[in-house]
Each structure stands twice: as structure tokens, then as C-alpha cells.
């Protein structure tokens, strides 16, 4: 052993680690597993391991393996959704989760592409990445997901409700956050509750429905179909659904938005028609997205921690790519919602006198 560490003094540069490799008698491979505390290795040969790496003086090359990892470990966000402002926290969360664990984050966009091209495009991309993260509405189609199943390839989905057995999946509790949502307005004294849907081709969009529905019921309330309008996520959508609404006979006094890009519409039609919103109209959105903060007044609605469910998926998707697939476990990971109060909503006539005046804190 000494002979060994004579010969790496005269080289006078960094220890390598063939040359640790060489001391233990094992191959690169095993201790570069040991120093990166991967499992695998034989008790004997990690205790040898070690122990050339404390005689030797060895140094791991941190930023080396940092780049090896981002390297061999290459997740792709796939993204197909019109709401800028989800795909703005989306980014931030997937961002910040690839950077903690030195992965290198691929982002495609397949908006405009028909389930043919969709199928192809993730047959080829099956070949160059080690996981895949789809949010909506991408994490609903059966024959995508099928695509990479079927490669091998890892997926985890963001905000679907369409659980599986091949799918990981990082949500909230739809169905409850909207249930809380309209809960909220009839405490506030609103009856009359308007609602405009999301997208059919989202489960979470029929959660959300259900929830609607489930709230009116527990109150005592009859549902009426004439209050519930359809939509698709997107700003025209909700200026069309909230027209509708407002121009019947007997408009609401709420109208509860399936996100904030279809609440902020409907502030823009009441505001239109001469309405004061909160004091003629109560407006509640979904997401909490930056739209809920750019239109006055602002939403009240339902914090969706998007950011953070990104964030894990990217732990997720890691520790399933580091599993033997035969091992690989499917997690659903339901993460907590809350409710954010702001000044889009004041009592209703059915507040027991309370001034329709005050609006929420």
C-alpha cells in the first residue's frame, strides 16, 4: 500500500479515482456507487473502499459529479395548457426541484399537436429521457401515457384525479377544495350560486363539479342547472359563461370560477355591466395563481400549491427512475389546499342582516 500512495505522490496532481480503484481492488464503478452513497455494494467492499479513499487523500469532484448526474438523469416536463400564469408556477417548481437534485429538466410544449402526433412525439422522446412529468391535460390521455409505460419510462402526473396502477400522481383534494369554496359563499348568505365548469377533458374539472353540487346539497339548496355554465380554463371561456350568467332573468349574487383565468373574466363583464364586485357580485376563482392578484379587487379562491406539487413530482420521478423497475412503487400524494380569502366576496342577501357591504378578510 505504501508503494501505491509513493507512486500517486510523484504524479503530484489530484488523486484519481482509478487510482482509489486500483488501491481497494475493485472497479471504478464500485467506488464511485460508494462515494455517491448508492446501494448495492458489498459491506466488505465499501469498508475497502473507504479506506483507500482515507489513505489516499481522495476528493470527490463534486461539480463532476453533479454534471455526471444532470447527464445520465434527464426528466421532460411536457406541457399543453392554455393558463400562462399555471404554467408560471409549474416552471418554478419543476426548476427548483431538478436544481436540488442535479438533474437536467428538458421542457416540451405540444400544444396544437393531435393524439397521432402526440403518441409519436412520445414514442421519440421515450428514447432520450429517464422520466416524465405531465401535468393537465396531457396526464389524462391514456394512449400517451401507454407510450412510455410501455418504453419503460417513468411517468408522474400533476393534478389528475384519474388514478391508475402504472401512474404516480401529485394533486390536491379537488372535490373538497371546491365542496370548502362554496361552503364559504353560503355562509356568506348566497343562495343563488353561479358556476362555470373546467374542461371536460380534466377529471379535476369534474371534482370540482361534484364538489359544487355536494355544498348546495349539504345546505339544503336546490340545484339548478340554469346557474352552471361551461368552460375551458381560458379568459374568452369565462367572459362567455359569465355573460350567460349575468344576463338571466334572475342572475346570481356569486359566481364561483373553476380557476382564476375565468374568475378575472367575470370581474371584467360585471365591471362592464355597471356591477360592483364584491357589493352586486361576489367572484371566487380556483389556483391562486398571479391572475388572482392582478385584477381588482382581488379573488378570494383555492391556493393549488402548483409550485410545490411540481417540486414533488421531480422526487418522485428520481426515486422511481433509482429503483430496479421490478421494485418501482406508484405513490398518490395529495397535497394540502387552502382557501384565500380576499376582497372579491361580501355577503349575500341572505345574511341575516349582515351589511352585503363587508367584504371578506
Not at 374568452?236 to 359563461?241: C, I, N, V
Not at 350567460?244 to 342572475?251: G, K, S
Request: glycine share 6%; hydrophobic share 40%.
Amino acid at each position: 500500500m505504501k508503494k501505491t500512495s509513493k507512486a500517486v505522490r510523484r504524479k503530484g496532481g489530484a488523486v484519481t479515482i482509478d487510482e482509489v480503484a486500483a488501491h481497494a481492488g475493485v472497479s471504478p464503478m464500485t467506488v464511485s456507487r460508494v462515494v455517491n452513497g448508492h446501494a448495492g455494494v458489498r459491506d466488505t467492499n465499501r469498508d475497502r473502499v473507504m479506506r483507500s479513499v482515507r489513505e489516499l487523500g481522495y476528493r470527490p469532484n463534486l461539480a463532476a459529479s453533479s454534471l455526471a448526474a444532470a447527464q445520465s438523469t434527464c426528466i421532460a416536463l411536457i406541457y399543453s395548457n392554455p393558463s400562462s400564469s399555471y404554467l408560471r408556477e409549474l416552471l418554478v417548481g419543476a426548476l427548483r426541484g431538478s436544481a436540488r437534485a442535479a438533474a437536467q429538466l428538458v421542457i416540451a410544449t405540444w400544444d396544437g399537436l393531435d393524439a397521432a402526433q402526440s403518441r409519436a412525439a412520445a414514442r421519440q422522446l421515450s428514447g432520450s429521457v429517464a422520466g416524465v412529468i405531465l401535468p393537465p391535460p396531457l396526464c389524462e390521455s391514456t394512449a400517451i401515457v401507454s407510450e412510455f409505460s410501455q418504453a419503460g419510462v417513468p411517468v408522474v402526473s400533476i393534478a389528475s384525479g384519474h388514478l391508475g396502477d402504472t401512474v404516480s400522481c401529485v394533486r390536491i383534494d379537488d372535490h373538497c377544495a371546491s365542496r370548502d369554496v362554496v361552503s364559504h359563499l353560503i355562509a356568506r348568505g348566497h343562495t343563488r350560486i353561479g358556476y362555470i365548469k373546467g374542461d371536460p377533458n380534466q377529471t379535476a374539472s369534474a371534482h370540482r363539479w361534484q364538489g359544487y353540487r355536494d355544498a348546495l346539497a349539504d345546505a339544503g339548496i336546490a340545484y339548478d342547472d340554469r346557474l352552471v355554465q361551461p368552460g375551458y380554463f381560458t379568459y374568452r371561456s369565462g367572459l362567455e359563461a359569465a355573460e350567460t350568467l349575468l344576463a338571466l332573468r334572475r342572475p346570481p349574487s356569486a359566481i364561483f370560477a373553476s380557476n382564476d383565468d375565468m374568475a378575472s373574466a367575470v370581474v371584467s363583464v360585471a365591471h362592464r355591466r355597471g356591477l360592483d364586485v364584491p357589493r352586486d357580485l361576489s367572484v371566487v376563482g380556483f389556483d391562486d395563481t398571479s391572475a388572482a392578484t392582478m385584477v381588482w379587487p382581488e379573488l378570494t379562491t383555492v391556493h393549488q400549491p402548483v409550485a410545490a406539487m411540481a417540486d414533488a413530482a421531480i422526487d418522485i420521478l428520481l426515486r422511481d427512475i433509482r429503483r430496479d423497475p421490478a421494485t418501482r412503487v406508484i405513490v398518490n400524494r395529495v397535497l394540502p389546499h387552502q382557501l384565500v380569502k380576499r376582497s372579491s366576496v361580501a355577503d349575500g342577501p341572505n345574511a341575516d342582516g349582515r351589511s352585503r357591504k363587508s367584504h371578506a378578510r
